[in-house]
């Protein structure tokens, strides 16, 4: 199965905005609200930081934020803090005998 | 407090087989789904497998498709990953995931650390 295709980098000034896409196709993004995306810090476990596209759980700060048009979803993260440098990994359902899909990841660099 | 804890991997070499075990606790077990997630060193991240709340349904990544079984025993609150067959490629960090719902995508909520898995002569 093919991953879905994440930007490998991305980067941004502390205060900015930066927007983290997510392309895959109509058999799993484009098709279904089931993506999610994950934060991972070096050497740490993932967390979930948005799921079904825009939904975020409890705890998670509301600067961080999910979105989908067509067969691209995005995650788009304000007021950019230190603390977001991280990897950032996009997953979806997939009609895939897999059932559940993740992106290549793509990594924050916060300038 | 939701706590999965994985153990059972290390070093084995190719051919060989493992099993790994992902012990739960604070969550109604056969509630929700779990999922296998792996990650090689400096990779991303891949779904392995997934089963359902029942564990009626289950799922697995083309690269491990018979050759890893994924089963849950719900009076244990244990998931279980046997691995026959083992390749190099399949030198990992396994992470054991709960899923936020019954049937397997709705997204990875709670993460053990992780139990790496070495495949080498």
């Known amino acids: 199965q093919s991953a879905l295709t994440q930007p490998a980098s991305v980067s941004g000034s502390p205060g900015q905005s930066i927007t983290i896409s997510c392309t895959g196709t109509s058999s799993d993004v484009g098709g279904y609200n089931y993506v999610s995306w994950y934060q991972q810090h070096p050497g740490k476990a993932p967390k979930l930081m948005i799921y079904?596209?825009?939904n975020r759980p409890s705890g998670v700060s509301n600067r961080f934020s999910g979105s989908k048009s067509g067969n691209t979803a995005s995650l788009t993260i304000s007021g950019l803090q230190a603390e977001d440098e991280a990897d950032y990994y996009c997953s979806s359902y997939t009609t895939s005998s897999t059932l559940v899909v993740f992106g290549g990841g793509a990594k924050l660099t916060v300038l | 407090e939701v706590q999965l804890l994985e153990s059972g991997g290390g070093l084995v070499q190719p051919g060989g087989s493992l099993r790994l075990s992902c012990a739960a606790s604070?969550?109604?077990?056969?509630?929700?789904?779990m999922s296998w997630v792996r990650q090689a060193p400096g990779k991303g991240l891949e779904c392995v497998s997934v089963?359902?709340?029942?564990?009626?349904?289950?799922y697995y990544a083309d690269s491990v498709k018979g050759r890893f079984t994924i089963s849950r025993d719900s009076s244990k609150n244990t998931l279980y990953l046997q691995m026959n067959s083992l390749r190099a490629e399949d030198t990992a960090v396994y992470y054991c995931?709960?899923?936020?719902?019954?049937?397997?995508?709705?997204?990875?909520?709670?993460w053990g650390q992780g139990t790496l898995v070495t495949v080498s002569s």
């Open positions: 079904d596209v825009s």
């Open positions: 604070g969550f109604t077990f056969s509630s929700y789904a």
């Open positions: 089963i359902s709340g029942s564990g009626g349904s289950t």
């Open positions: 995931a709960k899923v936020r719902g019954y049937s397997g995508y709705e997204g990875l909520d709670y």
